[in-house]
């Protein structure tokens, strides 16, 4: 696609279910940041990949936060017994290798009730 | 750590005026990249302007100009002409050269045009 996408735009979960947020990167951008960013705040990294491999996880806040990228395109963000406090706009940017130049996604917000 | 501070939460500037946003950062590295990305109502980032930090000369981008101070850590925007279409969040980002390039962000600015 010409840029990045993200899936869905907006959802709302209870708390304690399941989530899988989705991104879908500028074709040929092997680099893929997860960042979080809540209210009234800037964006916090998550987790970065390098093709197909998690290269630094570093930033998820706990083991209820994964993702994945199998075929080193899509990425697949996933939180396990969502609480309140990951209600936030979940941002995912994809990058050339080579360029320090993020191209970023409208975001997926997500509200926990 | 490096760390990035916007000290203005929020800013307002007439329309066709100049208004400057301040950042400073934090590091110990001599070889980083920072960064202006705009955020609108849409969320998307959108970068407005990139200094690289082994360049003396500040970058400008039509309207928009920084002034790098690597001394000072400082790395403020000018935005010239100011139009409607500025208004956004602007944030302030830093890039340590040779890491995985993550970005590191400020708090942010909320920019208002007054017409």
């Known amino acids: 696609g010409a840029g990045v996408s993200q899936t869905p735009s907006n959802k709302v979960t209870e708390k304690g279910k399941y989530v899988e947020l989705r991104c879908d990167p500028i074709s040929g951008h092997t680099a893929l940041y997860w960042y979080r960013q809540s209210l009234g705040q800037g964006p916090e990294f998550l987790i970065y990949?390098?093709?197909?491999?998690?290269?630094?996880d570093s930033g998820l806040p706990n083991d209820r936060f994964f993702a994945v990228r199998p075929e080193g395109s899509v990425s697949t963000l996933k939180i396990q017994r969502t609480e309140r406090g990951d209600s936030a706009v979940y941002l995912c940017?994809?990058?050339?290798?080579?360029?320090?130049?993020?191209?970023f996604g409208q975001g997926t917000r997500l509200t926990v009730v | 750590a490096q760390t990035v501070t916007q000290s203005q939460p929020e800013m307002s500037v007439q329309e066709a005026e100049t208004v400057t946003l301040s950042c400073t950062y934090d590091t110990s590295e001599s070889d980083y990249y920072l960064f202006w990305y705009k955020q609108p109502p849409s969320r998307q980032m959108i970068l407005v302007i990139r200094q690289e930090a082994y360049k003396q000369q500040n970058a400008t981008e039509n309207r928009f100009s920084v002034n790098f101070q690597k001394a000072a850590k400082s790395f403020s925007l000018k935005i010239s002409d100011s139009q409607l279409g500025d208004a956004a969040m602007y944030f302030c980002a830093y890039i340590r050269r040779g890491s995985n390039y993550q970005l590191i962000w400020g708090a942010g600015t909320k920019l208002i045009i007054k017409p």
């Open positions: 940017a994809s990058r050339a290798s080579r360029n320090t130049e993020a191209f």
């Open positions: 990949f390098q093709g197909t491999g998690a290269a630094d």
